[in-house]
C-alpha cells in the first residue's frame, strides 16, 4: 500500500469537505472551484494540483465512499444478511454528511445512479434464478426491483433524518432483502 504525505491527505480531506458542504448548500453547477478554494483556505491552483474539476473531485468522493462502503460492509465473509445490512447503516451514519447530501442534492442525481449500479452487480452475486422463490426469473430484473427498493430505502432514511438506528434499520431491510433473493 503506498503511503500518502499526510498534508497531501490534510489538503485533499480540506477540498473534499469544503466541497459536501458547499453541496449541501447550493446547487452544483453553481459551485466553482474559487468556491471550494476559498471554503478549503487554500489557493484554486492546489485545487487544480489534485483534480482536474469540480466533476473529477465529485467523482473521486464518490469511488472512495462506494469503494469504503463495499469494504466495510463486507468485512466478515460469513455475515447473513441482516449482519452485513447493519454495517452498511453504520457505515451511511458514520458519513452522513457525505450520503445526505448526495442523496438530496439536485445535483447529485449521477451519485444515485452510481450507487444504484454498484447495488445492482453486489445483489447478482446472490440472486438464484435456478431454484427457490425465484425460480424462472430474469435475473436482471430481480437485481433491478432489489438494488431500487434499497437504494430508495437507504435514500428516504438519509433524507429523513435516520429516524431509526443503524441495527434496526439492518434487521427491517435485511429481513426485506431475504424475502426477495
Not at 60 to 71: F, L, R, V
Not at 157 to 166: A, L, Q, T
Request: aromatic content about 12%; proline content about 1%; glycine content about 4%.
Amino acid at each position: 500500500m503506498v503511503k500518502v504525505d499526510r498534508r497531501i491527505a490534510r489538503t485533499q480531506g480540506a477540498i473534499k469537505n469544503a466541497f459536501l458542504e458547499l453541496m449541501s448548500e447550493k446547487n452544483f453547477d453553481s459551485i466553482t472551484i474559487q468556491d471550494i478554494a476559498d471554503r478549503a483556505n487554500i489557493n484554486r491552483a492546489t485545487v487544480y494540483l489534485h483534480y482536474l474539476d469540480k466533476f473529477d473531485l465529485l467523482d473521486k468522493i464518490m469511488e472512495e465512499h462506494i469503494d469504503n462502503m463495499s469494504d466495510f460492509c463486507e468485512s466478515e465473509a460469513d455475515l447473513d444478511w441482516i449482519e452485513s445490512t447493519v454495517h452498511c447503516m453504520e457505515y451511511l451514519e458514520s458519513n452522513y454528511l457525505f450520503f445526505s447530501t448526495m442523496l438530496a442534492s439536485e445535483g447529485a442525481r449521477y451519485f444515485r445512479n452510481r450507487f444504484l449500479q454498484h447495488n445492482i452487480e453486489e445483489f447478482k452475486k446472490d440472486i438464484d434464478i435456478t431454484t427457490g422463490k425465484n425460480s424462472g426469473q430474469n435475473e436482471d430484473i430481480v437485481a433491478e426491483f432489489v438494488a431500487n427498493a434499497y437504494v430508495g430505502t437507504v435514500e428516504w432514511w438519509v433524507k429523513n433524518g435516520m429516524p431509526y438506528s443503524p441495527q434496526e434499520m439492518a434487521e427491517k431491510v435485511g429481513e426485506l432483502l431475504e424475502r426477495n433473493i
